[in-house]
């Protein structure tokens, strides 16, 4: 909220006590800045929080196999919506770190999941020469329909020597230090997926390669957007659960 334009006020943890709903960010994920500009504690927060409360998160990493209470905002009409802005963002950060024009440069984008498959499109739609790597033959051949190139994790090493922008999409390592070598110094790596990573970052930038870390990306390069997108999915979420109880009580 603090990269908004808007005048919000700022919660209390009393606030917490009485809420209805909590709308927020993971926060077994990672830390960050709460109600009150300090991390949020995940403990904390369910101490704080009514019994009837819902908390509603965008995502389900890391959180304990015993936390059910939570009603999760994981609709594909958010997935979707959320991998337009990350692609968006990937682009932004792409060009910031480039020294060169995307027109005409080749890509690479690891995994073809609905962020990667977005960030492809929009890259071939700027004059790239993209290639998509993916572990499933389902996923490479879309990505050929899309009228690109496409390999197998097999390949991968023939195509990092072969792009000058390579996006790793897959929340799993697929880069180790071995591979990071056969990438061009002039070529811009950046990773949008969540932990544990596609490479290690402190690899990458030993071996002098133009790299960076770029998750979280909707909150960090369109803060207003992501949150739209979430408060959308967590009013069609209260709405769908409304909608199944009226069934109920009319049965």
Not at 27 to 54: K, V
Not at 89 to 99: I, K, Q, T
Request: with cysteine; proline share 5%.
């Amino acid at each position: 909220l603090e990269n908004s334009p808007l005048d919000f006020p700022r919660a209390s943890w009393e606030d917490v006590s009485q809420a209805d709903a909590v709308l927020m960010a993971n926060p077994w994920r990672t830390p960050f800045p709460g109600p009150l500009g300090e991390a949020i504690d995940a403990a904390a927060l369910m101490n704080a929080l009514r019994p009837d409360a819902r908390l509603v998160f965008p995502d389900v990493l890391k959180m304990p196999a015993s936390f059910t209470r939570a009603h999760l905002s994981d609709g594909e009409d958010y997935l979707r919506k959320n991998a337009v802005l990350t692609a968006e963002g990937a682009l932004h950060a792409l060009m910031s770190r480039a020294a060169f024009s995307l027109q005409g440069a080749r890509a690479l984008v690891i995994g073809y999941g609905r962020i990667g498959r977005d960030t492809a499109l929009r890259l071939r739609d700027l004059g790239c020469t993209v290639c998509a790597c993916a572990r499933r033959e389902e996923s490479r051949a879309l990505a050929r329909a899309d009228g690109l190139f496409a390999c197998g994790f097999g390949a991968l090493g023939g195509r990092l020597g072969w792009a000058k922008l390579i996006i790793s999409t897959v929340p799993g390592r697929v880069m180790e230090r071995s591979e990071l070598k056969l990438i061009q110094k002039s070529a811009v790596l950046i990773d949008v997926a969540s932990a544990p990573y596609g490479f290690s970052l402190d690899d990458a930038l030993a071996l002098g390669l133009n790299a960076a870390r770029e998750n979280n990306l909707p909150g960090r390069y369109c803060p207003m957007s992501a949150g739209i997108v979430q408060l959308d999915a967590f009013l069609n979420l209260i709405a769908s659960e409304q909608t199944r109880s009226h069934e109920k009580e009319e049965i």
